[in-house]
């Protein structure tokens, strides 16, 4: 009798010659193709493509919802950005395929999962540490990595076994996108001198084409989670839909940076992502209003370990839980609405309020006669601010006189 495996199937060169292959080895293919937003792919004809190139069965599921809460949240809340500029596009579906992957393997007492990542990226980390996170009994395969297959090795493989190569493999690019973003690389963006060609990018106008005139749109935050746009309210997935749309046409969320790839390699990355541009900077914008000092300042620490687990292949570990916690307590106050003003690559938030949470006192801030600050009492908590450097001084003398002259 032949095992069970159960492949994560995208419709691509790599996972469609993995399916005979895996055939050969002995192994009886189930692929799943997860929809988690990709954009402008036919996900059912993917779906029956996999039957096409030899799986036993082929399964396709809506996930949108469930990575937008689960996984799209925590990043949005957390104001997550990889080395301060990705915010974790492709490293956020990692987990929640593995997971899905692996309740399917114990539906069907599949022995092994497969994958079609190569020995260069970060996604083989991410997939394997989630399947050992997850079930670590499982077996894993990944022939595009194990042996190592060139880009035209792959081709003859696929021509010999009757794979039919995807349109648009001969593009030099090599794109993951979901509904929070697009990441692009390879081809010509391996040289990090040659700057990307406006072919690259779909989901945004470039600067030059972009509307001359600005767009304003207003943003709706409960517990730190969007949940309206200029007051309608809608689902998370179809906020980031709308916000995709009006923020790429203003040619806002390019990224274009070399990145730490977890591996140890430097990497040029391109990336798209309008909605997490606008989306990031308003909820740090309500946050300035809403959280407590020293709340607000130490988040950011926080901020950036979470980001470098994510990114890191941690998103099922201890201290992710536990940090996770931590931002999850502090978006209790985050509420209100920030207005947004998007215009040739920029999102500026320019107006905000809370009705519930905002910490701002008109009264206690304005410099005009109404204020009611009362100014006499900072003579004394001055005082006592200093008093623990004042009182060193005097023995130390470390920076004040040592002694004065009598003449």
Not at 80 to 85: D, V
Not at 107 to 133: K, L, M, W
Not at 140 to 160: K, T, V
Not at 341 to 347: E, I
């Amino acid at each position: 009798m032949q095992e069970k495996l159960v492949l994560a199937y995208s419709g691509g060169l790599d996972t469609s010659v993995a399916i005979p292959w895996l055939k050969e080895k002995g192994y009886d293919v189930t692929a799943v193709v997860l929809d988690v937003g990709q954009h402008g792919k036919d996900l059912d004809f993917i779906k029956e493509k996999a039957l096409l190139v030899g799986a036993e069965k082929s399964i396709l599921l809506d996930t949108k919802a469930e990575f937008a809460q689960d996984y799209v949240v925590p990043v949005i809340q957390g104001n997550l950005q990889y080395e301060g500029e990705y915010p974790l596009v492709s490293a956020l579906s990692r987990p929640l395929i593995i997971k899905k992957l692996v309740e399917i393997a114990h539906e069907i007492g599949a022995t092994t999962i497969a994958h079609g990542s190569t020995g260069h990226g970060n996604d083989q980390v991410r997939f394997e540490a989630a399947i050992h996170a997850f079930d670590p009994e499982l077996k894993i395969e990944a022939p595009i990595r194990d042996f190592q297959w060139s880009r035209e090795e792959e081709i003859a493989y696929a021509e010999a076994h009757n794979v039919p190569i995807p349109v648009g493999e001969e593009s030099p690019y090599s794109i993951d996108e979901n509904i929070w973003g697009r990441a692009i690389e390879a081809g010509i963006l391996e040289n990090p001198w040659h700057e990307a060609p406006e072919e690259a990018y779909t989901l945004t106008q470039s600067i030059e084409n972009a509307p001359d005139e600005p767009e304003f749109t207003t943003l709706t935050f409960e517990a730190g989670v969007p949940v309206a746009v200029d007051g309608e309210m809608m689902p998370l997935p179809a906020i980031i839909n709308h916000v995709n749309d009006i923020a790429g046409k203003h040619g806002i969320g390019r990224i274009d940076h070399i990145e730490n790839r977890l591996v140890g390699i430097k990497s040029r990355e391109i990336y798209e992502a309008p909605a997490a541009k606008v989306m990031m900077t308003a909820h740090k914008d309500l946050e300035d209003l809403t959280l407590e000092k020293d709340v607000a300042h130490f988040k950011p620490f926080v901020e950036q370990q979470l980001a470098n687990l994510v990114y890191d292949a941690k998103w099922v570990s201890p201290l992710f839980d536990a940090l996770q916690s931590f931002v999850k307590q502090t978006q209790q106050v985050v509420n209100g609405d920030v207005k947004m003003k998007l215009f040739k690559g920029n999102a500026i938030a320019v107006a905000r309020q809370s009705a519930t949470n905002s910490l701002y006192d008109e009264d206690l801030a304005t410099y005009t006669a109404s204020s009611s600050f009362d100014q006499a009492s900072a003579v004394g908590f001055i005082k006592l601010w200093t008093l623990g450097n004042t009182v060193f001084e005097q023995v130390n003398h470390v920076h004040s006189e040592t002694g004065m002259s009598n003449g």
